[in-house]
């Protein structure tokens, strides 16, 4: 089954205690990218990627790190979390760079640091 | 830049009842990608449609149909007889396809309840 699967679903951790969000896809997609969503706010941007080693920033990128050293996975890091990190995460993949393919989306992450 | 404009945050109906769900956007691109997507209590993301630019034929798919205008630069997505299980929140999303990053820009969201 074509699928994103993201680990875990539900974190709850402390400020300043660094974490990863795992991003895994089996469809062999090049690009991956991932997104926070905020009430009020809908998605936003974080990180994106469109291969192996490459990856750049997108609207939100502050206070999170990417990498991507294999192209099935993409995992999100918080380096030193902090409360305004509290979300929910979603990990997206498309086939290649055009949009004419859509996006597939993780189940989601819910993130609260405390 | 591009922009996603959701008016409205939140819409009740009773079941069988029609509802539209209003999407407006902003973009300097004359190529682009308008999407729908659907937010079950559940939490994931489920996609819906995707339509580009330069095709404004209407879609109807079961009891979803959806209506661009690009001329009021509208993208109405609208549930016939909606159920209980169409309660979610959806978003509408735009990408541009000049942008190097392929970013979907998000609305804010509609949420709908359908009461039985």
């Known amino acids: 089954e074509a699928q994103v699967t993201q680990n875990p679903r539900y974190l709850i951790t402390v400020t300043g205690k660094k974490l990863t969000v795992t991003c895994s896809q089996n469809m062999n997609h090049e690009y991956m990218s991932w997104y926070r969503q905020d009430p009020g706010l809908g998605l936003r941007q974080i990180y994106y990627?469109?291969?192996?080693?490459?990856?750049d920033k997108g609207d939100v990128p502050e206070g999170y790190k990417v990498s991507r050293k294999e192209k099935r996975n993409f995992p999100l890091i918080l380096e030193s979390p902090s409360p305004n990190q509290t979300s929910l995460y979603f990990c997206?993949?498309?086939?290649?760079?055009?949009?004419?393919?859509?996006?597939?989306f993780g189940q989601g992450t819910r993130l609260t640091v405390v | 830049a591009q922009k996603v404009t959701q008016a409205q945050t939140e819409i009740s109906v009773v079941e069988k009842e029609d509802v539209t769900l209003d999407c407006v956007y902003e973009?300097?691109?004359?190529?682009?990608?308008l999407f729908w997507y659907k937010q079950p209590p559940s939490g994931e993301l489920v996609f819906l449609i995707r339509?580009?630019?330069?095709?404004?034929q209407n879609e109807i798919s079961g009891r979803y149909s959806w209506n661009f205008q690009k001329s009021t630069s509208s993208f109405n997505f609208t549930i016939t007889a909606s159920q209980v299980v169409d309660s979610a929140v959806y978003f509408c999303?735009?990408?541009?396809?000049?942008?190097?990053?392929?970013?979907?820009?998000f609305g804010s969201g509609t949420r709908l309840q359908v009461q039985p």
């Open positions: 339509r580009n630019s330069f095709d404004e």
């Open positions: 997206a993949s498309s086939l290649s760079l055009g949009m004419n393919t859509e996006a597939f």
């Open positions: 973009t300097r691109d004359t190529t682009y990608y």
């Open positions: 990627s469109m291969n192996v080693e490459v990856t």
């Open positions: 999303a735009l990408s541009e396809a000049d942008t190097g990053r392929r970013a979907l820009t």
